[in-house]
């Protein structure tokens, strides 16, 4: 059981690393709430981050598929059959990482997203000049937090710039 929850923790980043390296990335986004102090915004940002990084995924069907096919795989490595092509084709294809792993992304996503909504942030669009000045920066700095903190308590950017649900769905 243990290695099962491993590999998932394994697996889940490297997922989310190879979503976001697609070549039609989806837009930038950040949350916002006008009003809010530094240090509430990066407590709160932290908080929610924490919650959906937490969750407990283990309702999930994609959860439950995927750690079935990690059972099947340990089942046929441990009675050490023979691993022909269509054998471990089979055994890939049974974990199905390829459409659980984003589905359980999306429900961490989810988690923090409701979070956030709860505490009265609201998702906003960076546009093309605030993402490029935003891509100059080298993650986890104050610069960045800063300059993320800047947009997100801006009453404007944050009311005109708000990704409404029925674009985000698509």
């Known amino acids: 059981m243990r290695s099962r929850a491993i590999t998932l923790g394994l697996l889940l980043p490297l997922g989310f ?10 837009q930038v986004t950040s949350w916002g709430k006008a009003g809010v102090s530094y240090a509430n915004y990066r407590t709160d940002a932290v908080h929610c981050a924490t919650i959906g990084a ?7 069907t994609a959860y439950k598929d995927t750690l079935r096919g990690v059972e099947q795989q ?3 490595l441990q009675d050490q059959q023979a691993l022909d092509p269509l054998t471990d084709y089979v055994m890939i294809q049974r974990r ?7 589905e ?3 429900y961490l996503v989810s988690v923090m997203t ?3 909504v709860s505490r009265g942030y609201s998702e906003f669009a960076l546009t ?5 000045g935003l891509a100059k920066m080298k993650k986890g700095t104050e610069e960045r937090f800063h300059y993320l903190y800047e947009l997100a308590t801006d009453p404007d950017i944050v009311s005109n710039q708000a990704v409404r649900e029925d ?3 698509s």
Do not use: E, W, Y
């Open 74 to 76: 340990d089942t046929i």
């Open 17 to 26: 690393l190879s979503a976001c390296a697609t070549p039609n990335a989806p």
């Open 114 to 116: 409701r979070c956030l």
């Open 96 to 102: 199905n990482f390829h459409v659980n792993i984003p």
């Open 104 to 106: 359980l992304q999306q």
């Open 167 to 169: 674009s985000a769905k």
């Open 128 to 132: 093309p000049d605030q993402a490029a």
């Open 54 to 60: 937490k969750a407990d995924m283990s309702g999930q």
